[in-house]
C-alpha cells in the first residue's frame, strides 16, 4: 500500500475541498475515507470526515474541534442519544448563556475534547498579568476548544496500511491563552481500533496553564441496567455528598430514571510498567464494551460521570481520562493541578478507543484490568474530599 | 390538482436544497413555491420559502424559527420597517448581549415566534432539578426559538389545492428543555388566508413548562394615526402606570412621535361556542386591515405592543396572543400561568391570517368580533393589576 | 480608461459574487481587484476584497466591518503577527465573553474599525429612553462594527484611474443604536497610499451618540526596538501611572518583553491651516515607515498603544485616530468628548494611510510633521490627568 496525503483545509493555501472521496483495501476488506459537509439546519457548514476501515467506522468533526461524533464496529453503535440530535456549528452555541453552560447546546458527541484553556464547571477565576495585576475572568463549562473550527485538516494513509486524519486548532486571543492543538486519528483496516494522539502546544513566550478533558459519553446499547465500568482504581472518591450516597455502587449503571440527578466519581488508576491503563465498559452481560486504553502520565485524573437519566433527557455515561479534575479552575490550581508548559513546550496524550465485540474480547480486557491492579485493592473513600471535591 | 411533498432539508438523509422552484394552477391563478437561500452580508446561509397563491404571497425563515418574514396580499405590504432593515442570521444574534436583549438584534419579522422554554422581558428565573435543587439560570428576552434554525423543511401541495411549509425545529439542551417544534403555514390558491399550524412537543421524559407568543408586528400602510385595534375585549389591563395613563386610547393608534415610550395592554378575549376569536387592526379609514382568527384556548392571553415611535426608530403595533403574559417567567409562574407538558405530550395552537383588503372585509370583520363580544362590554381598567402586572 | 462598478453584494437585489476579477493598467503598472470568500477553519464565510494598485496592495474584510486586514508595498509588510493568526467570522466572536472583551478573539488586522455606538474598554453604561428613564447597559470592548458584516459591498474605476471599494453596514436594533457606515478604500495605480473616506449616519428620528476608533495597529518589519512615532503633539498624556513612569521614551519602541504589559498615551495633535495632521511610525533604522494623514476636525483624540509583549504573544503598536478616548463611554461622555448626530445627520472621516519605502519618504515626512509642529513644544505630562483617564 502506498503513502498518500490529502490537504482538505488549509486557510494560509485557500484550500478547503467540498467533498473528497478515498477507497482501497483488499476485495474482503475495503476501507474509505470520506469528507462531506453538513448543509442545512444547526449544522450548517459542519466539515465531517468518516473513516471506514472496513470494520471500525468513526465520523470526526473538524468543525467542531475535532470532536469524534460517533463510531460504529460491525453492528455496535458507539456514542449516545442527546436531546441534542445533530452537531450542532460553533456559530450557533452561545458558550457564556444560561450561567456559562451554553457548551451544553452542543453536545451529544461520543467524544468531546474539552479545554484547553480550561474545562470543568463554569465559574470566576483571577488571572494575572505579567505585572501580577488580577483580573476576575469568568469561565464557562469545558472550555473553547469544541466550538472551534480546525483551520487545517489533512488524511492519508501510510504504507503499513494506517488510516488517518489530523486537524489542526488555535485557542489563541490577545492577552489570553494562546495554545495549539494538532490531534490525530488513526487506525488500520480491519482493527477494532481508534487511536488519537493529541498534541499541545503553547503558542506563547511566556508559560501557560492548560487542562484538557476527554469526555467520552456512552448510552445504549452499550449502557443500560447492569452495565458496568471496570478500571484499575485504587482509589475512588465521590464528588460530592450525593455521589458519596451510592458509592458501593460506583461501577454499576441503573436504569434510566427521569429523578435520576447525576453522580460523579474520581478514581485514581493504576497503570503498567510502560505507563499505560485500561478501563473498560461494557453492557451488562459483558457481551460487548468499549475501552480505553492510554497513557496515564499525561492523564492522571479519571472521571466516571453516571447520568441515568431518561432515555429521552440523555442516558448516558462519560468516562473522562484528564489532565486535572472537572472543577473550577481556580480550585484546580490552588490544589497544584493545573499543569503549565513553557514557552513553545507541548504535551502529548495517546489514548485508544477499542470497541469490544465478544464476551471474549470483554473477558480479555476485564483480565487486563485485574492484572493491573495486582493485588491492591480498590478502596472506596466514603466521602468527598476536600483537596479534591469543591464545596457544592 | 395532485398532492406532492418535497423535502427541502432533511438533515439525517443529507437532504439540504439550495433552490427549488414549483407552479400550477389555473391562468387566471398561478401559484409558486420558490425556495432560495440568502448570500451575502449578516443573512448570509438562511433559507427562504416564498410561497405566493396567486393573491397572498409569504416568506417563511425556516433558518429563524419558522419565522414569517413579511407577506403581500394585492399591494397591501404586511409586516414592518425595523431598523434591523434585513433578516440576520442567527448566528450572529447573541441573545444575552446589552443585559438579555441581544433578540432584538435580529427582530424584523411580521410574525417573529418567542418561546419555547420562555418568552417576555429577561430576568432570572430558579429552576429546580429531580432533587428539588434550586439554581439561578438567566432568562434572555423572547427566548431561543425564533434564532433556531429547522432541522427539517417541506414543502407540499395537497390535493384540495392547498400549499403548505413545514419546519420542525428542537429547543434542546442536556440538563435543559426538550421541545420540539412542528410548524406548518398553509394557504390555497387565491386566498387572502395563510394559516399557521404549531404543535410543541415535551421530548423530555420529565413534565415541562412551555411559553409562547405570536409577536405579530403590524406597520405601514395599515399603521398610522388613526388606525385601530377591534378586539373582544371583555377587561383591558395596562401593563404599568405609563399604558394606564392612556388607557381610554389603547385602541388606537398615534402619529410617529420620536419621544414615544411604548404602551402594553393586556386584554382578556371572548371567544364563540367553536372557541374561535378574532382581532382585526384596521387603518385609519377602514379601508384594509389585518386579522387574527384563532382558538382561544390554547392561547389566552393577548398582548397589545403599542410602539408608534418615530418612523425611522420602528413605528409598529404587535398583536400578540400568547399562552402567557411577556413578563418574566418567575412571575408568571407564581400566578400560575405558565403551561406544562407531559413527557410525550403536545400542544397545538391554529392562528389564521387573514388580509382584509377592501372595506367589505374590514366591516364584516368589525361586526364579527362585536358579535363575539355581544352585549359584554369592555371594562377598562385603571391601573396595573398586581397578578397580572410585575412592578417596573 | 473607463469607469466601471460592479455590485459584489447586495442582499435587497439577491446580489452576491462568489469570485469577482477585474484587471488593467499599463504592461508596466498592472493593477487588478480580486474577490474572493475564505472556506473552511474559523474564518469560513468571509468575503475578501484585495485591491492591487501595482505597487500597493490592500486586502480588505466587508464581512469584518470594512476592516483593512492587511497590506504590502512592494516588499513592505504592513500589518502585525496577532496571535488570532487569520480572520475569523464574526459569528465565532462572542463580544461579550471572558468579561466583554470577546472581541479581542477576532482581533488581527492592520485597521480594526471601533465603533459605532461605542468603541473603548468594555463597562456599564446608563441609557435613558425618550421620558428620561435610564437602563444599565452593558458595554464590550470597541462595540460592534468590527463584526458585522456589509449588507452592500461594490468595487469600481474611475475616469481618473482611481481603485476603490466601497461597503455599507448597519449598527441597528429596536430601541437602540441605529447608525450606519458607508466606508470607501480607494487608490490610485503605482500609488504608496490607501485612502479611507468613512460616513457614518444616524438613521434613528432622535439625536444620536456615537464614537469611531481607527486601530491602526503595526508589527514586524516597522516596529522593532528603536522604532519611533513622531507626531505633532502639543501635549502627551499618560493614560495611567504604568505609562507615566516610562512617559520620557513615549514614542520609542522596545524590544519584545514577554513581561511587557501594554502602556497608552493620549496625544493633542497639531494641524495645518487646511485641518490635516500627519503622523510616522517608522523603523529604528528610519529606512521604512507608515505614515497616517488625515482631517483632525471630525478625529480631534489620539491614542499611541504601546504593546511590545513577546513575538509570540502579539508584538504591537496601535496608533488610533478617533473622535474621543478609548475610555468607557459613560467617562467620556461625562467629560464633554462623546459627538452626536442630529436626526439624518452625517460625519465624515478622511485618513490617507501611506508607505513609506525609502528614507527618503521617511524623512521628508518627519519633516511635515516638525513644520506642524513649528516653534510648539510637545510637552510631556508626567502624571494622568482627570478629565482624560480614568482611576484603573
Known sequence: MNDSRTVLTDTEQRIWLEAFHLEGGEPDEPWSIDKWTIRGGPGDGIDVIDIDNGCLSVSVLPTRGMGLWKARCDDLSLGWDSPVRRPVHPSLVQTADA??????????ELLARCGLASHGAPGVDHVSDAKGVATEVPVT????????????VEVGTDSDGRLWVRGEIDETMLFGPCLHLASTFAT????????????????????????????????????????????????????????????RQFDVFASPDVDYVEQCYFLELQSDDADRTLVVLH?????????????IHPLPCFTLWKNTMADADGYVAGIEPSTDYPNPREFERANGRVPTLAPGASWDAHID?????????????????KSLLGETSTRLVEMPLPNLCPAD
Chains 1, 2, 3 share one sequence.
Open 99 to 108: 450561567g456559562g453552560i451554553g457548551w451544553l447546546g452542543g453536545f451529544n
Open 141 to 152: 463549562l469545558h472550555g473553547r476548544i469544541a466550538n472551534l473550527p480546525a483551520h487545517k
Open 188 to 247: 488500520h483496516p480491519g482493527s477494532n481500533r481508534i487511536s488519537l494522539h493529541d498534541r499541545i502546544t503553547n503558542l506563547s513566550g511566556r508559560e501557560a496553564e492548560f487542562e484538557v478533558l476527554y469526555h467520552t459519553n456512552i448510552g445504549r446499547p452499550l449502557l443500560g441496567p447492569g452495565a458496568r465500568l471496570v478500571a484499575p482504581a485504587r482509589r475512588v472518591i465521590p464528588r460530592n455528598q450525593h455521589a458519596a450516597d451510592d458509592i
Open 283 to 295: 453492557d451488562a452481560g459483558g457481551q460487548r464494551g468499549l475501552a480505553l486504553e492510554y497513557a
Open 353 to 369: 478507543f477499542v470497541a469490544l465485540t465478544t464476551p471474549e474480547e470483554v473477558n480479555e480486557s476485564v483480565a487486563r484490568v
